[in-house]
């Protein structure tokens, strides 16, 4: 290590211009992590907020939300304890202010009060009647105050603002919160139910219990069910997957390109130097130290490149505007960093076999 440093120090503008590169890599790998993160985040938080086991969803839903129908009286069919299921509707729509032609496209979640998927207010209070909603924070964040009245889709009646909950996210947009006779009304109108048990839900969230272990009656006139785990469930949103391959494989090329560059960096830089490790050989320095020095100009140009790029950004993150779907995961970052830093290192092992190919006669000049 001291060679490779000793040597760093001599061509400190070299070494800069590498490290500068690494930088601008290691730097475009945490953004990219932080917007699959912000992305991901955007389209399950509402749901990881549940902290449900399993979701139930009608069996020709192809296991998405949206597509899935069922009635109120599917809650009695699930074998599990009334604290512990939770009916979800699921619509999504617009919000609109009542004065204005601006709209902002939600995520309508219908469910009772008393259940846990309904989120902790932090300001105001819980919806008490079928007109009062409550919405996320980031839905707040745009212009909406407590106690406005907002259109809600194609329903006529306004509905009343009457609370806040934390800033949360399905399926890339807003949350907004009500009743279940509400959500009944605004995906189906006017239409008129027996009972309440014929209304609608588009989903059972299950709390403390897998899904491998639920127990779900069925007769011949009952809905077909699909028993899913709640990371499967987030597996099938729509666009869900194909976003995380999609930023992943970026992700990952841009370690083979860190790989590459550091190699050939390296590479160059010990051709160059041929003689000297001639003259070095001569004098009887091991092949092994120089190899050594190799590795470890390799690691530190990973250490320092990778450094300073997870500061610039952290820092960057606090100068994002809140609408992009944006999210600093140091965890995350952390096992990148450490990859890109095994990754530079792999590339300065090319130039190794330079090194044991030099011959000292040869590199001095000699017969």
């Known amino acids: ?53 399993s979701v139930i969803l009608s069996n020709d839903s192809n296991k998405i939300a949206s597509a899935s129908s069922m009635k109120q009286s599917d809650l ?45 207010v932090t300001k105001g209070r819980l919806y008490q009647n079928k007109h009062e909603i409550i919405i996320s924070q980031n839905l707040a964040n745009l212009g909406y105050h407590l106690n406005q009245k907002v259109k809600l889709g194609s329903d006529s009646k306004l509905y009343k603002i009457v609370g806040f909950s934390k800033a949360t ?29 014929e209304k609608p839900l588009s989903l059972i969230a299950i709390k403390k219990q897998s ?10 006139d009952d809905t077909k069910l699909d028993k899913l785990s ?18 992943g494989a970026m992700i990952g090329f841009l370690f083979v390109v860190v790989a590459a560059i550091i190699g050939i960096f390296m590479y160059v830089m010990t051709l160059q130097k041929t003689s000297l490790f001639g003259v070095m050989k001569a004098q009887g320095i091991k092949t092994s130290y120089l190899a050594k020095s190799i590795v470890g100009q390799a690691l530190i140009v990973g250490v320092v490149g990778v450094a300073i ?16 779907p944006y999210s600093t995961d140091l ?31 040869n590199a001095i000049g000699g017969e």
């Open 1 to 53: 290590m001291y060679l490779a440093w000793k040597e760093m120090r001599y061509a400190k503008l070299r070494y800069a211009l590498i490290i500068g590169v690494m930088v601008l890599v290691a730097y475009v790998v945490f953004m990219l992590t932080g917007l699959a993160d912000g992305l991901a985040d955007g389209n399950k938080q509402a749901v990881v907020d549940w902290k449900a086991s």
């Open 76 to 120: 009695k069919r699930v074998s599990v304890s009334d604290k512990n299921k939770a009916g979800v509707g699921y619509f999504p729509t617009a919000v609109q202010h009542q004065k204005k032609s601006e709209k902002q496209n939600v995520s309508v979640l219908g469910a009772k009060k008393s259940s846990f998927v309904v989120p902790n």
């Open 169 to 197: 996210k399905f399926s890339e947009v807003p949350v907004i919160y009500l009743n279940l006779n509400a959500f009944a009304t605004l995906k189906y109108g006017d239409q008129v139910f027996k009972n309440n048990g």
């Open 211 to 220: 899904a491998n272990k639920l127990t779900v009656s069925q007769s011949s």
């Open 230 to 247: 709640v990371n499967t469930f987030i597996q099938n949103i729509p666009g869900y997957s194909a976003q995380n391959v999609t930023l």
């Open 309 to 324: 790029a997870f500061v610039l950004g952290y820092l960057t993150g606090f100068g994002l505007p809140e609408t992009m």
């Open 331 to 361: 965890g995350q970052w952390l096992l990148d960093g450490i990859v890109l830093i095994l990754v530079a290192i792999i590339g300065g092992l090319f130039s190794i076999r330079t090194v044991t190919k030099v011959d000292p006669i």
